[in-house]
């Protein structure tokens, strides 16, 4: 992978939109997450919402379910919702758009008829349905919500911190991925009450504050970069991992399951980072 | 799920063999391995060696790479391997034995064409190569090695805790499975190293013990047991869980992948758990 990597050009990278990324700081440092508007808009406006708002600030990580999800949120409902935020549509999955550009995995899915990549991100479709939908793999951000399926606001969110549960597919609005800093949530204390929640004498992890790039001074930005998932270099870096050309491997997988593609990020160039 | 588990019979279970069961013993608390001699003979016979010889005892956990694998060994040689300990078989796929059960899954496989579980453990079967192996899920066991295939002697182990790299399957040899204690290994910091490696500077998790369940006196025993993967207790909890009963499931998944599948222990009741 380091070899692929290397032989990337720089038009095989796109900087992350500073208008939809999120800023998660914690003790312990920030998370990175690229909000996914093209495929949950409405979620994704809330959360901007909430987040302008300074709604998730002092709230905490209330739940750590090992080998499923991190979340956080208000449960309590002590801290009152900004205005602008109501019941939204659910998101779950979306009509296939022509003008997406959609990198197909080869090698089939236990789940959907196909699988592969927009836009940076990890996506099944059904052709009989015409129906895309972003996959729970890992470090991707969804909404928690109630039975009703109007029920997620964005005010909950959660990310995926073990083997992908894709059954949670289309049952959920995803709305984007952790690019940095999956291991500050992968290594938290796993919560001792039942599904994962902490229990009141367990320390919930504080988050100092969530804030959209856009909003923070530009030299205390993360200024990353991810590889384009429609580049001749993703693809490469796909088939370097379906058959692996290190020495260690003796026989060759071949093939690749749809939620072990990495997909690449680094720190952009200075120059570049430093621009306007 | 709950409801399938309740609905078992004590003859849907059966208790982990005290002679193919670790105690890895850390500061947090005990991580309980049920050992497969049946897919690597040379390779446990080998741990249950150095587990006797006390060769684990204050090594420490070395690695932990976020989404991969958490580590233990003795990297610098500083330990000397008891005697008996040399170069064995692969023991990555073995020839598949029509006398062990195989509980196949419908839904097929990224990987590999049939997946499904026998004794307790998930296995992928290829029919043309008339072999089975291991399938690296969350919570597996194995034995790390170099370049060399033969170079594992399995006093080096590693333990799964991300998304199911399956590319090492039929590469290392696997060798058992956490049954109990996986939020012991997955919520320790990740290593700062290239891979993962603990640098000097960051504090390895040291290993008080690893003991053999049958040398540790019974009072002291974790007295498990494991769902019988070749029950109709176990059919019916794969069904469950490929379509989800709960009403939080507006669109049911209908197929599972393999490591998926949870495979369910508890608690022995206590009248067997004393029985000698």
Redesign the interface.
């Known amino acids: 992978m380091t070899e692929v990597l290397k032989a990337t050009s720089p038009a095989d990278w796109r900087p992350l939109d500073p208008e939809n990324t999120l800023y998660v700081e914690l003790s312990g440092g920030r998370v990175v997450i690229e909000l996914a508007p093209g495929f949950a808009p409405l979620h994704v406006a809330n959360i901007k919402t909430l987040t302008r708002a300074r709604y998730f600030d002092a709230l905490s990580i209330i739940r750590?379910q090992?080998?499923y999800v991190v979340q956080w949120g208000d449960p309590d409902n002590r801290h009152p919702m900004p205005a602008g935020i109501g019941k939204v549509a659910p998101e779950?999955d979306s009509p296939t758009a022509a003008h997406v550009p959609f990198t197909r995995l080869p090698?089939?899915?236990?789940?959907a008829p196909e699988v592969g990549f927009s836009d940076g991100l990890p996506v099944a479709r059904s052709p009989s349905l015409h129906r895309t939908w972003l996959a729970h793999?890992?470090g991707m951000v969804g909404v928690g919500r109630d039975?009703d399926?109007q029920s997620g606001s964005g005010a909950e969110l959660y990310v995926v911190i073990?083997?992908?549960?894709?059954?949670l597919?289309?049952?959920v609005a995803l709305v984007g991925r952790v690019v940095k800093g999956?291991?500050l949530l992968?290594?938290?204390?796993?919560g001792g009450a039942e599904m994962g929640f902490y229990t009141k004498t367990e320390a919930p992890a504080p988050i100092k504050s969530i804030r959209i790039a856009a909003d923070v001074p530009v030299a205390e930005r993360s200024n990353l970069e991810v590889i384009r998932t429609d580049s001749p270099a993703f693809t490469a870096l796909i088939e370097s991992?379906r058959n692996?050309p290190e020495?260690?491997?003796?026989?060759a997988?071949g093939?690749?399951?749809l939620?072990?593609v990495p997909i690449a990020a680094r720190e952009q160039h200075p120059a570049a980072a430093h621009s306007p």
């Open positions: 750590v090992d080998n779950f090698d089939g899915d236990v789940y793999c890992y039975l399926v073990g083997h992908a549960p894709r059954h597919d289309r049952n999956m291991e992968t290594a938290l204390p796993r991992r692996r020495e260690f491997f003796k026989v997988a093939r690749i399951d939620c072990n």
